[in-house]
């Protein structure tokens, strides 16, 4: 009798259906887990587009509000403001997810002079850490102590038309989409100590092939 042989990454790799398109393995490489990522790690990760995006969606509702609050700013340049910080918002929640995923350890092949080449650990800490911090500071502690309060950084009241002014479902609907915003800090803190912890107790080694097939 033999023994039947393990499943390899390269066997998976291999047995990925041909017929998959490139988006659908462009999503698989993006989430592909790196090696020791715990559960809860990879959850906390995969959640943080999702903390940001009812806040994007809320700020999308603008582009057909009447009044778009923009002062002397021109409506189409209002417009084009909301939705470029909505996108570019949500391409910095997803960035936490790099910090479980292969691509937060390895370079993907499609960069060039980088492709396959470990992630300085540096290079992942240092912007998270800061980004962590920011985010803890500004949609944690001060839109906090805004909300209590009632008044601008400054001390100044908030203004008449201020969305948590405005009352009944508005000011509900306002504070359902931004109070998940309060999380997205620490929970960027939390992965990227688990990030640094991980990476400083890895030990060096051959690159584990990706089982996403070629899309990275």
């Known amino acids: 009798m033999f023994q039947a042989r393990p499943t390899t990454a390269t066997d998976e790799a291999a047995n990925t259906p041909r017929h998959e398109g490139r988006l659908p393995r462009a999503w698989r490489a993006a989430h592909e887990p790196a090696a020791g990522v715990p559960r809860w790690a990879r959850r906390v990760a995969y959640a943080v587009p999702l903390v940001v995006l009812p806040s994007g969606i809320w700020r999308l509702g603008v ?109 509900v609907y306002f504070y359902a989409s931004y109070v998940p915003l309060v999380l997205w800090g620490p929970m960027l803190g939390i992965l990227t100590y688990a990030y640094w912890r991980r990476r400083r107790s890895a030990t060096a080694g051959p690159l584990m092939p990706s089982t996403a097939g070629n899309a990275w």
């Open 63 to 171: 582009l057909f509000a009447a009044d778009k609050r923009g002062g002397s700013i021109e409506d189409w340049a209002m417009n084009g403001y909301v939705v470029f910080l909505t996108l570019i918002s949500e391409v910095l929640a997803f960035t936490a997810v790099g910090l479980v995923a292969r691509w937060g350890e390895v370079f993907p092949r499609w960069m060039p002079g980088l492709g396959g080449r470990r992630v300085p650990t540096a290079a992942a800490v240092v912007p998270a850490t800061i980004g962590a911090t920011i985010l803890t500071l500004v949609f944690t502690v001060i839109a906090i102590i805004t909300t209590v309060t009632q008044s601008k950084t400054n001390g100044d009241p908030l203004p008449t038309n201020f969305p948590s002014m405005a009352g009944g479902w508005e000011t």
